[in-house]
């Protein structure tokens, strides 16, 4: 089964606003990434945070991981209508496999 | 120049028929990944080499090939294909394999059988 689900499944947001994500996973994890899918595109890569850190900034971007609950999120700050995206997080259990989530559609309206 | 390109870009075809999908990597990666995303976006790893060798192959049909002639390509062949093929076939590369490397995505297949 899949190892990570967001939380919401779509998101609609005004421009400036800050948008949060969720991602859950089942088992233990070495580190979690997330990517950012533009509409018709192949997925990017945006942050890592590893499984001893608790927050990560990078630009507007800021993520964090509570190891204790299975769960990450990823908060965009003063949103933009170029944020519109799918955000995925991914999971990587140690098997030399990444595992993807289900995904979350944000969508910015300006 | 383009990081991770696949051709062809769409692919229509009738059920039964054999197609394949090809991908290139110029990045030096030595790790490449084959993705399935269906309707529903989720997006599904199918296969993955290392230095040319099969690391990880999901429980895929055997009507699904990989193929990888050297480092920088992994094509994917598909015999007889059915209804539920239809979806967007992700290739993807890393430098190396493991969960700490980032991923670099090609720009998608999108495979409509009819």
């Known amino acids: 089964s899949q190892q990570g689900e967001e939380d919401p499944q779509a998101l609609s947001i005004q421009e400036g606003e800050n948008a949060t994500m969720n991602c859950s996973y089942k088992?233990?994890?070495?580190?979690l990434q997330w990517y950012r899918q533009n509409s018709g595109r192949g997925l990017v890569h945006l942050i890592l945070?590893?499984?001893?850190?608790r927050e990560k900034h990078s630009g507007r971007l800021r993520v964090t991981l509570d190891t204790s609950k299975k769960s990450s999120s990823l908060l965009i700050t003063a949103s933009r209508a170029a944020d519109t995206a799918s955000y995925f997080c991914?999971?990587?259990?140690?098997?030399?496999?990444?595992?993807f989530g289900t995904g979350t559609k944000l969508q910015v309206i300006p | 120049d383009t990081a991770v390109s696949q051709t062809p870009k769409y692919l229509v075809t009738q059920m039964g028929n054999d197609k394949s999908i090809k991908c290139e990597q110029n990045?030096?990666?030595?790790?490449m990944y084959w993705y399935k995303q269906d309707s529903k976006k989720f997006l599904k790893i199918m296969f993955s080499?290392?230095?040319?060798?099969?690391?990880i192959n999901e429980t895929v049909p055997n009507r699904f090939s990989p193929k990888s002639p050297d480092k920088a390509h992994l094509n994917l062949h598909i015999n007889s294909l059915e209804l539920g093929d239809s979806a967007v076939y992700f290739c993807?590369?890393?430098?190396?394999?493991?969960?700490?490397?980032?991923?670099?995505f090609g720009p998608g297949t999108r495979l409509l059988v009819l």
């Open positions: 993807a590369s890393s430098l190396s394999a493991g969960g700490l490397e980032t991923q670099y």
């Open positions: 088992t233990s994890i070495n580190n």
């Open positions: 945070i590893r499984s001893n850190e």
């Open positions: 991914a999971t990587d259990p140690g098997y030399q496999k990444v595992t």
């Open positions: 990045l030096g990666h030595d790790t």
């Open positions: 080499y290392n230095n040319k060798e099969l690391i």
